[in-house]
């Protein structure tokens, strides 16, 4: 039970503490923090911009953007309109950026988005945009650094999930994963366990979670949205 609460971001028994402020699962701490020391020598400041996030923080990111309340963005940064997009639309538009409650590899904590705080000013505040890490943005220098250490499999353990676009999710050179961990938890998300916490109904520890506002766009293609938004090598 422990490592399927886990897999869907409702425990967090498994995280210990990392500057300034994130959770990440124990392992993981120690190789970021390999990984950091590594950077430091080449001159760069390995910064975490986002890190664990639990079940109930995805059910309302995701609900405020279908309901217009937080902003919904393409990959250049543009803001999109509710009301020029169907209901359909919509829903792949959010998905691009942001997973499903229970489908994020942010829930594992396993998973980080990093920048590299020595290319800006002290004041910056990272977008995670594909620009800031394309050939003339200012964290281009940490991704190719990433992209020789990954390709020679001597990233402390740390890959890219989503180096490439796979239709459904957009490649985002920002998130980078601990793969011993993350291994143990990304066969165990399925559309059997998900559809109830969905709906509302208690988890497998008597907890009750918000229901997803957008319920009946999903439910009639939950196996195709699995398939395109969960499979990763
Ligand atoms: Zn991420």
Redesign the pocket.
């Known amino acids: 039970m422990q490592q399927s609460l886990i897999a869907f971001g409702l425990s967090t028994e498994h995280l210990v503490s990392i500057p300034p402020d994130f959770r990440v699962e124990n392992e993981t701490a120690n190789a970021f923090q390999a990984l950091g020391r590594r950077a430091a020598e080449r001159g760069l400041d390995l910064r975490v911009a986002?890190a664990f996030r639990d079940y109930d923080r995805q059910v309302r990111i995701i609900n405020d953007k279908w309901t217009g309340a937080r902003p919904v963005t393409d990959g250049e940064g543009r803001l999109l309109v509710r009301a020029r997009h169907d209901d359909e639309e919509w829903l792949n538009l959010i998905l691009r950026f942001s997973a499903l409650p229970g489908m994020s590899?942010?829930h594992w904590g396993t998973?980080?988005?990093v920048w590299d705080a020595s290319a800006v000013d002290v004041d910056y505040r990272p977008l995670?945009s594909p620009f800031e890490y394309g050939p003339s943005g200012p964290f281009c220098e940490m991704t190719r650094w990433l992209d020789e250490l990954m390709a020679a499999h001597d990233a402390e353990g740390f890959y890219r999930p989503y180096a490439s676009d796979r239709g459904g999710i957009a490649p985002?050179a920002?998130?980078i994963s601990y793969r011993p961990a993350a291994i143990k938890y990304q066969d165990m998300v399925s559309a059997e366990l998900l559809i109830p916490l969905w709906r509302g109904e208690p988890d497998a520890r008597g907890n009750v979670h918000e229901p997803l506002a957008m319920l009946e766009v999903i439910e009639p293609k939950v196996d195709h949205l699995m398939e395109r938004f969960v499979a990763v090598p």
Request: hydrophobic share 30%; glycine share 0%; charged share 40%.
């Open positions: 986002s590899r942010h998973d980080l988005d995670l985002e920002w998130h």
